[in-house]
């Protein structure tokens, strides 16, 4: 699908719009599982004042993203992670799609947000124009296929998983796109509060 020649802007946007459809359910089931497959830490309980979140509790969040404490989460026998980030790779390629349509097509996250097939409009009518040079490359899922049994260290599990949770938290439509400022429309957004994944029904 990253190689159709698509002509007008509807093709490639319906395409962005499965993906998301697929990636709120799926992809959100399979971070729940790594964070399922890490051992335990305990949260930080202090709240600030007026129900703001404290600076340790912050802090907490911002080290879920970081490469040095998770690998510290991966218990001795990394199976159950492993098998996570082999069944994450269909989510990532699909990531990696609909990363690869916006840049080829010069589509911003709000443009891609506000389209429905069940509300057609003419301005998607619009014959596209390719940007030279966007190569689709998903590297890690391709690592994946040719070296299935290639024992992996914890460093680099945690990055593969850092690089499918980055992905998925852009799920979320920038607010600051230009193109499409002042205009709210468009289908519900496939994560929630706080960049909680949810399905398009609206379940967290």
């Known amino acids: 699908m990253a190689h159709f020649p698509y002509s007008v802007q509807e093709e490639p946007l319906f395409v962005i719009y499965h993906i998301d459809t697929i990636l709120s359910v799926t992809g959100a089931n399979l971070l729940h599982s790594f964070k399922e497959a890490m051992t335990t830490?305990?949260?930080?309980?202090?709240?600030?004042?007026?129900?703001?979140?404290?600076?340790?509790?912050?802090?907490?969040?911002?080290?879920?993203?970081?490469?040095?404490?998770?690998?510290?989460?991966?218990?001795?026998?990394?199976?159950?992670?492993?098998?996570?980030?082999?069944?994450?790779?269909?989510?990532?390629?699909?990531?990696?799609?609909?990363?690869?349509?916006?840049?080829?097509?010069?589509?911003?996250?709000?443009?891609?947000?506000?389209?429905?097939?069940?509300?057609?409009?003419?301005?998607?009518?619009?014959?596209?124009s390719r940007k030279v040079g966007v190569v689709f490359n998903p590297e890690q899922v391709l690592r994946y296929v040719e070296e299935p049994d290639a024992v992996s260290s914890h460093e680099q599990l945690v990055r593969d998983y850092l690089e499918f949770k980055c992905l998925m938290m852009k799920l979320d439509p920038s607010e600051e796109d230009s193109d499409d400022s002042g205009n709210?429309?468009?289908?519900?957004?496939?994560?929630?509060?706080?960049?909680?994944?949810?399905?398009?029904?609206?379940?967290?």
């Open 41 to 128: 830490q305990a949260k930080p309980t202090v709240e600030g004042v007026d129900n703001v979140p404290s600076v340790q509790e912050n802090e907490y969040e911002e080290e879920e993203t970081l490469e040095s404490v998770l690998v510290g989460r991966i218990p001795p026998d990394p199976t159950i992670f492993e098998k996570c980030c082999v069944s994450s790779q269909g989510c990532l390629l699909l990531l990696y799609l609909k990363q690869h349509l916006k840049e080829l097509y010069g589509f911003s996250d709000s443009k891609c947000h506000k389209y429905s097939p069940s509300e057609p409009t003419k301005a998607y009518d619009k014959t596209v």
């Open 184 to 204: 709210n429309g468009g289908r519900e957004s496939p994560t929630g509060e706080a960049g909680q994944v949810v399905d398009l029904e609206g379940k967290r």
